[in-house]
């Protein structure tokens, strides 16, 4: 077990590494942010921070003599910087679950391997193999980018196959995947953690809201639909976290449809639709992971009470933070970001044990 006033460092600046960094300080740690960027929220509460490029070795080695172990906030840092710094410190979760993670092609090949149920999907890796997947798939379907993209980005929706060139242009020509629709009742994910001696537990199961391809709203508890299809998606997550030895929190995204949960795609760290988590389960998913990746007992995932609304505040929604902190129930977290654009995550509130409804926050259609 990793001493306290060891040093936790992070790989990425973001709010998830700003959360980590408090969840990790409230254990007794300290945390080192390294990130390219020239603002980092989360080295705003942290003791050190280096600024470097991801490929910067000399930079890197130097991060890695600081810290005790070391973790990553967001599954878009390279591969080959993981396989560096773990020849040097301890990193968890290993690269086994980043480099999944980051090629959608193999996520669902992988995924479909340990008997798991992706959406139907085939490869795209140039304009002349898109036409061959439609007449596989079908349309409507959705083009992704194979690597990068989140939140709604490098996507493109073909209604027939006559949108073929334009979605081709709208992902920028890059090598795909092609998904078919999935008819689907409710979307949930699947947060859980794993210890370093193979111990895993899960949190309950949220329904997710998406607007614009972004998370909006998760909110428990979930339809029936999810309930009776969470332990079936709960097998699949913890196979997977065994495969990959994985140790930290891992996520997995499914569709609750008639025919049972169909996979979406997993996140190897802390995700948003767990964000409930901090006021809303007896330990949270930010705690759990430092708990985790220090090598700690791990904490009690139980729901603290009933119902749970967590709303992500997107572009102009955080404005109402003054509306939002005069309501009494509701729980404000501001990630401490300057601009305010179209798109980007400013902050989160939430709901434990009580509803949003008459408050600024019109929840009206989220079931709770």
Same mark, same amino acid.
């Given at each position: 077990?990793?001493?306290?006033?060891?040093?936790?460092?992070?790989?990425?600046?973001?709010?998830?590494?700003?959360?980590?960094?408090?969840?990790?300080?409230?254990?007794?740690?300290?945390?080192?942010?390294?990130?390219?960027?020239?603002?980092?929220?989360?080295?705003?509460?942290?003791?050190?921070?280096?600024?470097?490029?991801?490929?910067?070795?000399?930079?890197?080695?130097?991060?890695?003599?600081?810290?005790?172990?070391?973790?990553?906030?967001?599954?878009?840092?390279?591969?080959?910087?993981?396989? &560096?710094?773990?020849?040097?410190?301890?990193?968890?979760?290993?690269? #086994?679950?980043?480099?999944?993670?980051?090629?959608?092609?193999? %996520?669902?090949?992988?995924?479909?391997?340990?008997?798991?149920?992706?959406?139907?999907?085939?490869?795209?890796?140039?304009?002349?193999?898109?036409?061959?997947?439609? +007449?596989?798939?079908?349309?409507?379907?959705?083009?992704?980018?194979?690597?990068?993209?989140?939140?709604?980005?490098?996507?493109?929706?073909?209604?027939?196959?006559?949108?073929?060139?334009?979605?081709?242009?709208?992902?920028?020509?890059?090598?795909?995947?092609?998904?078919?629709?999935?008819?689907?009742?409710?979307? &949930?994910?699947?947060?859980?953690?794993?210890?370093?001696?193979?111990?895993?537990? &899960?949190?309950?199961?949220?329904?997710?809201?998406? +607007?614009?391809?972004?998370?909006?709203?998760?909110?428990?508890?979930?339809?029936?639909?999810?309930?009776?299809?969470?332990?079936? #998606?709960?097998?699949?997550?913890?196979?997977?976290?065994?495969?990959?030895?994985?140790?930290?929190?891992?996520?997995? %995204?499914? &569709?609750?449809? %008639?025919?049972?949960?169909?996979?979406?795609?997993?996140?190897?760290?802390?995700?948003?639709?767990?964000?409930?988590?901090?006021?809303?389960?007896?330990?949270?998913?930010?705690?759990?992971?430092?708990?985790?990746?220090?090598?700690?007992?791990?904490?009690?995932?139980?729901?603290?009470?009933?119902?749970?609304?967590?709303?992500?505040?997107?572009?102009?929604?955080?404005?109402?933070?003054?509306?939002?902190?005069?309501?009494?129930?509701?729980?404000?977290?501001?990630?401490?970001?300057? +601009?305010?654009?179209?798109?980007?995550?400013?902050?989160?509130?939430?709901?434990?044990?009580?509803?949003?409804?008459?408050?600024?926050?019109?929840?009206?259609?989220?079931?709770?």
């Amino acid at each position: 077990m990793l001493p306290p006033g060891s040093t936790i460092g992070i790989l990425g600046g973001g709010q998830l590494g700003r959360m980590l960094a408090v969840a990790a300080a409230q254990l007794g740690y300290k945390v080192h942010i390294y990130a390219p960027d020239a603002t980092s929220v989360a080295a705003e509460v942290t003791a050190h921070h280096s600024q470097a490029a991801w490929d910067d070795e000399p930079r890197l080695a130097a991060f890695a003599a600081a810290c005790d172990v070391v973790t990553y906030e967001f599954e878009n840092v390279p591969v080959d910087t993981l396989r &560096f710094l773990s020849g040097h410190v301890a990193v968890r979760p290993g690269v #086994a679950g980043l480099k999944i993670a980051q090629d959608r092609l193999e %996520e669902k090949t992988f995924v479909a391997g340990l008997g798991g149920r992706p959406a139907p999907f085939a490869a795209v890796p140039d304009r002349a193999a898109l036409d061959a997947a439609l +007449e596989q798939v079908g349309a409507p379907a959705i083009l992704k980018t194979v690597r990068m993209g989140y939140d709604g980005k490098g996507q493109a929706r073909l209604r027939t196959s006559a949108d073929a060139d334009a979605a081709w242009e709208t992902i920028g020509r890059h090598p795909a995947v092609l998904e078919g629709f999935v008819t689907f009742a409710h979307e &949930f994910s699947v947060i859980l953690v794993r210890g370093i001696d193979g111990e895993v537990r &899960f949190w309950d199961s949220p329904a997710n809201v998406h +607007e614009g391809g972004i998370l909006a709203t998760s909110s428990l508890p979930p339809p029936q639909i999810i309930f009776d299809q969470q332990d079936e #998606a709960r097998a699949l997550m913890a196979k997977i976290a065994d495969e990959l030895d994985y140790v930290g929190v891992l996520t997995g %995204e499914f &569709f609750a449809t %008639e025919e049972g949960p169909v996979f979406n795609e997993m996140a190897p760290r802390v995700h948003n639709s767990g964000h409930w988590t901090i006021e809303g389960a007896i330990v949270s998913q930010f705690e759990n992971h430092i708990r985790a990746v220090a090598g700690l007992p791990l904490g009690s995932t139980a729901t603290a009470a009933l119902p749970v609304v967590m709303h992500n505040l997107i572009g102009g929604g955080i404005e109402t933070v003054p509306d939002l902190l005069a309501d009494p129930a509701c729980h404000l977290h501001h990630y401490g970001k300057a +601009e305010v654009r179209e798109g980007r995550k400013l902050g989160h509130a939430t709901w434990v044990g009580a509803s949003p409804k008459g408050s600024v926050l019109d929840c009206s259609s989220v079931e709770v």
